[in-house]
């Protein structure tokens, strides 16, 4: 059995494992579960790293055309076949067309149009599922035409898999991978060609928005063709838009260009961006039931005059995702009316690719924050798989926070220096989880305390703790403090464990005695060491004595009222709730606990 492991441990090929184990057909068979496991778990780290790859091949790509090169290349290469292929959807036409080929040598092959429902690939387009056939030809669930067979028959293609492009729902057209022999998929094969897709389908609709954007702005220059600043707008925006610049970009080239301030708001009112010298009067005049500037705008996009401000909606796919208010002059003439309106248009565009990534990224941190918790991230490839949500590198140590309730307004609610902390963020088992860079739990415990009582959150702050084994500990022992919370009533605030006092403790993995005493007694403590008084003593012996000063004074030997003045002091250090019931628990046991400590 030592062999076995050591040949596993070195790598070993599955005929030395088979050799090492002998007659014994138990330990070969299961040295051979486990070698095949590995090699299926580097097979898919491998194809991990070519989807990452693809991810920042796609990224840097502006022109469409390169877009589609890459996706067929890189699905041909993924997947080892001889052909890879891919048709858009014509919506005028009802059907899809070839539109992007490697490794293709028919021509009429590469002019192929496919009626919805007609080959593989029109069912594929039909249904929006992916489909794969060892042997097309001959494989009769399709409906096979004369001018899809001979195309087909001309290239010599065989097995074919097709995946659908979706995003959002909306079906965009078919990527394949074919042999030319007779060749089964696996569903690995299948779900990694969909994965292919998947990265293809946004990166594709997200160049032809930009290609759009670009058409629309070279369209508002040949518009005003003889307007000097309309043609200097159209080269500030398609710069923006084309180099990834965000709303405050926008926002300030708009100010620049019309000389005027400007304002851009989310649907709901909230900021986003100023640019210029901003008049706050006409943002504030909405007092006696009058709507503000922006809730005036129609959706249609169209520049209206409010007052002494000018606002035009935002608005992408009939959403109205925000606002432009414009102020600082008395009039715009049609040219810069024309300019704002594209603004905006701009505008709505750049907010909802923010969404977009705002949306994947959550997604992407969902997904590695589970792993996290569940045990199954793989160390090695945690930090590359942090770096590509942006983050500069793993943080060393985090604190956890478990929030539980309903959680959807906390991430509005996190102040903007927590917010900068914040390394992983996501739901699981239902709570929302925040892993955040820090090594002081009572620091984000407080900074969490009014984003626990704004949005009705009970939320358990434990740690800190390493990344590994560590977090998975921390995580469980959040999640069971903050079910101990709910149970004491104590919802709609931000704990630690020590804030709990014994209850924190016996729910506690692991327990610092002396963090947890100076959190209870730090301040009567530092006030001995400082006076050279004994505060410490008199609540022993007040606590000995059955919470009587009269009897304490009587072991102390000292007057009763000595003893009343002493308890007043620790009232003032502690805060006039220490005497209540459950705090005075807490603090006899921080003073056994304080017992226990070396001195000195």
């Known amino acids: 059995m030592e062999e076995l492991l050591r040949l596993l441990a070195d790598d070993a090929p599955g005929s030395e494992l088979a050799r090492a184990a002998g007659t014994n057909q138990a330990a070969r068979d299961l040295a051979l579960r486990i070698r095949a496991g590995m090699d299926a778990s580097k097979k898919r780290e491998t194809e991990l790293s070519a989807l990452v790859d693809v991810a920042r091949e796609l990224a840097s790509a502006r ?80 409906k096979h035409t004369s001018r899809i067979d001979s195309a087909v028959g001309e290239e010599g293609l065989v097995a074919i898999l097709g995946t659908p492009l979706l995003v959002d729902g909306a079906f965009v057209g078919v990527l394949f991978a ?19 897709a998947t990265l293809a389908a946004v990166t594709l609709v997200q160049v032809r928005a930009a290609a759009e954007t670009a ?24 710069e923006i838009v084309l180099s990834g610049g965000d709303v405050d970009a926008i926002a300030a080239a708009l100010a620049e260009l019309l000389a005027v301030w400007v304002v851009l708001v989310d649907a709901t009112g909230n900021e986003l961006a100023r640019a210029g010298q901003v008049d706050p009067q006409p943002l504030a005049a909405a007092g006696k039931g009058r709507p503000m500037p922006w809730a ?29 208010v414009i102020g600082g002059v008395d009039e715009l003439s049609g040219a810069d009316q024309r300019i704002v309106e ?17 949306e994947q990224s959550r997604r992407a ?59 992983l963020v996501g739901p699981y088992a ?23 009582r704004r949005t009705g959150v009970t939320i358990a702050v434990t740690g800190p703790a390493a990344w590994g084994s560590e977090v998975i500990t921390r995580h469980r022992e959040a999640a069971r403090l903050v079910a101990t919370m709910l149970r004491l009533g104590r919802t709609r605030q931000a704990a630690t464990p020590d804030d709990l006092g014994l209850a924190g403790l016996v729910g506690a993995a692991q327990v610092d005695v002396a963090t947890h005493v100076n959190h209870v007694l730090g301040a009567v403590i530092e006030y001995d060491a400082q006076r050279g008084t004994d505060l410490i003593g008199t609540l022993r012996a007040y606590f000995a004595a059955g919470q009587s000063p009269t009897r304490a004074a009587e072991a102390l030997h000292v007057h009763p009222n000595t003893v009343q003045q002493r308890l007043d002091r620790v009232t003032v250090l502690l805060g006039q709730g220490w005497l209540t019931p459950d705090h005075a628990l807490n603090v006899q046991v921080a003073l056994h606990l304080l017992a226990t400590l070396p001195t000195g």
């Open 63 to 142: 022109d469409p055309g390169r877009v589609l090169d890459t996706i067929v290349h890189r699905a041909r290469t993924l997947i080892g076949t001889d052909v890879a292929y891919l048709t858009l959807y014509d919506a005028a036409q009802g059907d899809t067309f070839m539109r992007a080929t490697d490794g293709s040598v028919s021509a009429a092959f590469q002019q192929l149009r496919l009626p919805l429902g007609a080959g593989l690939g029109g069912l594929v387009a039909k249904t929006h599922k992916p489909y794969w056939t060892a042997d097309y030809p001959g494989d009769q669930r399709f």
């Open 342 to 358: 594209r603004a905006a248009v701009v505008t709505a565009l750049v907010l909802l690719f923010r969404r977009q990534a705002a």
């Open 296 to 324: 005036e705008s129609p959706a249609s996009g169209r520049l209206t005059r409010t007052g002494d401000c000018w606002v035009v909606a935002a608005t992408a796919k009939g959403e109205r995702l925000g606002a432009l």
């Open 430 to 452: 239902g709570d929302l989880v925040l892993l955040i860079a820090d090594s002081d739990t009572v620091r984000v415990a407080q900074e969490l305390t009014e984003v626990a």
């Open 178 to 196: 074919s042999n030319r022999t007779r060749r089964p998929f696996s569903r690995e094969e299948v779900s990694l060609l969909g994965s292919l």
């Open 215 to 238: 058409a629309a702005l070279d369209q508002l220059s040949a518009a005003h063709a003889g307007v000097e600043h309309a043609a200097a707008a159209h080269d500030r925006f398609a």
């Open 365 to 423: 941190q969902a997904d590695i924050l589970a792993d996290t918790l569940s045990g199954t991230a793989d160390p090695r490839a945690l930090a590359d798989r942090f770096r590509l949500l942006g983050k500069k590198e793993l943080p060393k140590q985090v604190v956890v926070a478990v929030c539980r309730g309903d959680h959807s307004g906390v991430l509005a609610r996190l102040t903007a220096p927590l917010e900068e902390r914040l390394a």
